[in-house]
């Protein structure tokens, strides 16, 4: 079975997606069910709307990945078989834990049915090894900066499995507050891609936002602070009878979370040593933060790496990545084990 495809799925949140990659690393399906549009007229993720979407859609999207698979393979009859698979991967945790649920019970039956070994694997570090996807040859120790809707890390990764988280969020993280300013600007849900765009036309000097526990050696986050004084700067300037110029309060935003993230994970390059750099989660997507890291670290004799566009934001290739390595160590997951919302690095 070693050089059978793997399949994946992923259900962590509001995302159902399956992706299957083969025994080289090559992508063969990759498809995601977004219920952006549930959510998004209550401004945020409805955990139980979340498990709900997942039940509806999660056999179509498993039979999509199939039939994608089939046909990048050039195979007779349209679809994959599960018979054809070498194991079947599961996003075990952090995330929802109905959404979870739902991923998990349905990769067990899948596997069982098959007769197929189960591999659990953990969202972080789906979106750590989705670097892989742009560079196989990352090798540890190097850096690596988690920004998503739920975390905002930075890690020293010393050895694959062997994670030294250095810092995390105090309080909010990155992903989340570019959705709460969003949101406080009545702009919609999720605010990242949407600040991001407005950012472009926007003067990241324009306002002079502050920048949280910047001091060198400290490597914890805090993201309320600075959402606090663009809500503090949206109500002085209503109250003025200004007009909040958008882009210019899109880029300072960002110019203010990004400074930080650059300037800590340059300090951790400096006292690891180590020579590598890379970044994942939804936040990851963003351009000037891509554009940024790889300028002023790549001056400094750094090398660094950024997953593709769309497997920053939550997909199953990242998670398929993991199981594949899982795989060939033969780490498999007992059929008994259960969704754990809480999981970490
Ligand atoms: O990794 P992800 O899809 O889900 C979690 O695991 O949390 O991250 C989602 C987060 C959201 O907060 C979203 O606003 C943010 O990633 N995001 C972005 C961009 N695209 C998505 N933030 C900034 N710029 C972007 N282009
Ligand atoms: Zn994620």
Redesign the pocket.
């Known amino acids: 079975d070693r050089r059978k495809p793997v399949l994946a799925i992923e259900s ?2 509001d ?1 159902t997606a399956v992706a299957i990659i083969d025994a080289d690393g090559t992508l063969l399906a990759n498809q995601v069910s977004t219920q952006i549009d549930f959510h998004a007229r209550f401004g945020g993720v409805v955990p139980e709307i979340a498990s709900r979407k997942h039940v509806e859609v999660i056999v179509g999207v498993v039979d999509a990945a199939l039939e994608e698979a089939a046909e990048a393979l050039g195979l007779e009859g349209g679809a994959l078989s599960p018979k054809e698979l070498a194991a079947v991967g599961v996003t075990q945790g952090p995330g929802l834990v109905g959404a979870l649920v739902v991923g998990v019970a349905f990769a067990k039956g899948f596997a069982y049915a098959a007769g197929k070994p189960l591999i659990c694997v953990n ?1 972080l570090e789906g ?1 750590l090894y989705a670097n892989l996807l742009t560079t196989p040859d990352l090798k540890p120790p190097f850096i690596f900066t988690l920004v ?4 905002t890390m930075l890690v020293h990764v010393r050895a694959w499995g062997d994670y030294e988280v250095l810092g995390e969020t105090l309080d909010d ?1 990155v ?2 507050a ?2 709460k300013v969003a949101k406080a600007l009545g702009l919609g849900y ?4 949407i ?2 765009r407005l950012a472009e036309d926007g003067n990241p000097k324009a306002i002079d936002f502050p920048r949280a526990l910047n001091r060198k050696g400290d490597y914890r986050f805090s993201l309320s602070g600075l959402k606090t004084a663009v809500m503090l700067y949206i109500e002085q300037e209503n109250k003025a009878g200004r007009p909040i110029h958008l882009p210019d309060l899109a880029a300072s935003f960002e110019a203010a979370v990004f400074d930080v993230q650059y300037k800590k994970a340059r300090n951790a390059l400096r006292e690891t040593g180590a020579k590598e750099y890379c970044i994942g ?3 990851a ?3 000037h933060l891509r554009d940024m890291m790889v300028r002023k670290l790549s001056r400094q004799g750094i090398r660094v790496t950024v997953p593709p566009q769309n497997a ?3 997909n199953a290739a990242m998670i398929a990545v993991v199981a594949r390595e899982k795989f060939l160590k033969g780490e498999f997951s007992d059929f008994s084990i259960d969704a754990d919302p809480n999981m970490t690095l």
């Not at 998503?148 to 975390?151: D, I, N, P, V, Y």
């Not at 999720?190 to 891609?193: A, I, L, N, W």
């Open positions: 962590s949140c995302e969202h979106h998503s809707g739920g975390h993280a992903g989340e570019f959705d999720p605010g990242g891609p600040i991001s989660g939804g936040v997507a963003n351009p920053c934001t939550d």
